[in-house]
C-alpha cells in the first residue's frame, strides 16, 4: 500500500495518545518495577517508636477532654492514626516519584510558594498570633510547610547545578541565600520565627552536604 494509505488506516492520534499519556505520568512517578531501597532497622524501630510515643501521648493528654466534651475518649487518638495512615501513604508515594520532575519544576514551585505566602498576609486565618493558615472551604493548611519543601528543591537543584563553581562566596553563599531568604522573610513577618530558624539549619546542611570549600 502507499504511504497515504497506511496513514489513512491507522491514524495517528489514536496510536500515539496513549503513549503520551504514560510518558506524563511518568515525569511525576518512577516506574512499577522501582526498587525501593535497602530499610534501615535501626531507623525504622526508631521512627516506630516515636510514632507509638506520639500516640500514648495524644491519648493521654486527650482522653478526659474528649470524654467529657465529645462523649468519646478515643476521638482524638483516633483522628491521629488516620493522620497517621495518610502520611505513611504520602511517604509511600513520595518514594515512588521522580525527584527530576520537581527539579524541572523549581521555578513554578518558587512561584506557587510566594503567591501562597502574599495570599497568607493578605487573607490569612489568625492563630496563635500569626496570621499562618489558609483555609479552602472546611481545609486548612500553611503555606510555610510547603515553602519549606520548595526551598530545599531550589536550593539543592542549584547547588546541584553550579557545584564546579561553588568556591566563591559569591556563587556558594550569596547566590543560594537570595533563593532561601524571600521566603523565609515571608513566613517571618506572619509572624513566625520557628520555621525561618529550621529553614536556615537546613540551608547549611544542605551546603556542607554539597562540598562548598569554607577557606
Not at 60 to 72: C, E, T, V, W
Not at 91 to 96: C, H, Q
Not at 167 to 176: D, Q
Request: proline share 5%; charged share 15%; hydrophobic share 55%.
Amino acid at each position: 500500500k502507499s504511504a497515504g494509505s497506511v496513514s489513512a488506516s491507522s491514524p495517528r492520534g489514536l496510536t500515539r495518545a496513549p503513549m503520551v499519556r504514560a510518558v506524563d505520568m511518568k515525569q511525576v512517578f518512577a516506574g512499577p518495577k522501582k526498587r525501593l531501597p535497602a530499610v534501615d532497622m535501626v531507623l525504622l524501630f526508631a521512627f516506630m517508636a516515636l510514632l507509638g510515643l506520639g500516640a500514648v501521648m495524644v491519648f493521654s493528654a486527650s482522653a478526659i477532654l474528649a470524654g467529657h466534651r465529645l462523649g468519646d475518649p478515643f476521638f482524638y487518638l483516633k483522628r491521629h492514626l488516620f493522620f497517621l495512615c495518610a502520611g505513611g501513604v504520602a511517604m509511600y508515594l513520595t518514594s515512588r516519584m521522580n525527584t527530576e520532575f520537581w527539579r524541572s519544576k523549581w521555578v513554578y514551585l518558587y512561584g506557587l510558594a510566594v503567591f501562597l505566602l502574599s495570599v497568607t498576609l493578605v487573607a490569612g486565618t489568625t492563630h496563635g498570633g500569626g496570621r499562618r493558615w489558609l483555609f479552602l472551604g472546611p481545609i486548612g493548611f500553611q503555606p510555610s510547610e510547603f515553602a519549606k519543601f520548595v526551598w530545599i528543591v531550589a536550593v539543592a537543584r542549584y547547588l546541584d547545578r553550579y557545584h564546579s563553581r561553588l568556591r566563591t562566596v559569591k556563587w556558594a553563599l550569596f547566590y543560594p541565600l537570595a533563593i532561601f531568604l524571600p521566603l523565609a522573610a515571608l513566613i517571618a513577618v506572619e509572624p513566625d520565627f520557628g520555621n525561618p530558624f529550621v529553614g536556615f539549619l537546613v540551608f547549611f546542611c544542605l551546603l556542607l552536604v554539597s562540598g562548598i570549600e569554607w577557606r
